[in-house]
């Protein structure tokens, strides 16, 4: 039987931004076998790979990305690799993942940069209940008084992150398909759990240029490194849900997932808008179904070892 002491945590909270090393190792005692890997759209990958992609370097979670308008009323206000986005309407902005609360005063700048307030932000959502994407809710609210919303699966994760001492604040629970509604803009809450047991995955129109595009602020479908029959169960509903979501412009709670860094440098070099992208949009998803059956593999044949 292998050993692995590989950890990959679930892009966990602070010790991920704190740099040790966390992942990749194996037990110097343990069988060495090649890790388990995937090549999707001509592109290969290996559990840590994926991983070390979403997160990047050391300062990559809290150094922001230039802000920048992706499409219609939406715009980017999170950092190298953990997305914030900005939803602006007539009545008020929705904000998406908070990320760590030491990154909020970084999305308060990107917000204030393009030009918008943060205080006018009124409602908080959230991609899943990871440290990395909604650690800063409780600041967020402060700051702002923003209604707090979270799908009824990730309640209990959410309430067991406490930066500082503080209860997470949650103003309303959602369910799979509610409605959120500002200003004339409609999010929808779609459950695609596995990742975490509440993840969503959030779609809304955007219109720009006089045309309506379905965006899809995808939630991570990356397995743990051992998927219990649960994951599987659930992963497998949400590969199936996210398959048939409607998408023109898949967004993602790292930048990585849907190529941000070289989408936004084609934006600045003019152009059509790379990020309408309905080719690729579910690339992603494509790439964790992979892992997820190759690593399901790898543990069936391990027993039989
Ligand atoms: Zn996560």
Redesign the pocket.
């Known amino acids: 039987m292998k050993l692995y002491t590989l950890t990959l945590l679930?892009?966990?909270a602070g010790v991920v931004a704190a740099g040790p090393p966390l992942h990749g190792q194996r037990g110097s005692t343990a069988p060495q076998g090649p890790p388990v890997q995937v090549t999707v759209n001509g592109r290969t990958w290996t559990q840590q790979e994926l991983f070390q992609r979403n997160i990047g370097g050391p300062n990559d979670q809290t150094t922001p990305f230039t802000p920048h308008k992706i499409i219609g009323n939406i715009y980017y206000v999170g950092t190298r690799t953990l997305t914030s986005f900005l939803v602006v309407t007539p009545q008020g902005a929705i904000l998406i993942n908070s990320t760590y609360e030491r990154n909020v005063p970084v999305i308060q700048k990107s917000v204030e940069q393009l030009g918008f307030k943060f205080s006018d932000i009124k409602i908080l959502l959230g991609n899943?209940a990871?440290g990395?994407?909604q650690e800063g809710d409780a600041l967020v609210k402060q700051l702002t008084g923003a209604q707090v919303m979270a799908m009824a699966e990730d309640v209990p994760a959410l309430k067991a992150m406490k930066p500082g001492g503080r209860e997470h604040p949650i103003d309303k629970i959602l369910h799979d398909g509610e409605h959120v509604m500002l200003g004339g803009t409609t999010l929808v809450a779609h459950l695609t759990p596995g990742?975490?047991r509440g993840c969503t995955t959030w779609t809304m129109k955007a219109e720009d240029g006089g045309k309506a595009y379905d965006v899809m602020f995808g939630c991570?479908l990356?397995a743990p490194e051992r998927p219990t029959p649960q994951n599987v169960d659930e992963f497998n509903r949400s590969f199936a849900l996210v398959r048939t979501l409607p998408c023109d412009v898949q967004l993602g709670?790292h930048g990585a997932q849907y190529n941000m860094q070289a989408k936004y440098a084609r934006l600045r070099s003019g152009g059509p808008n790379p990020f309408i992208d309905p080719d690729t949009c579910k690339v992603e998803m494509e790439i964790s179904e992979a892992m997820l059956r190759a690593i399901l593999v790898e543990q069936q044949g391990a027993r039989q070892r």
């Open positions: 679930a892009c966990a899943h990871h990395d994407h990742h975490t991570s990356r709670d």
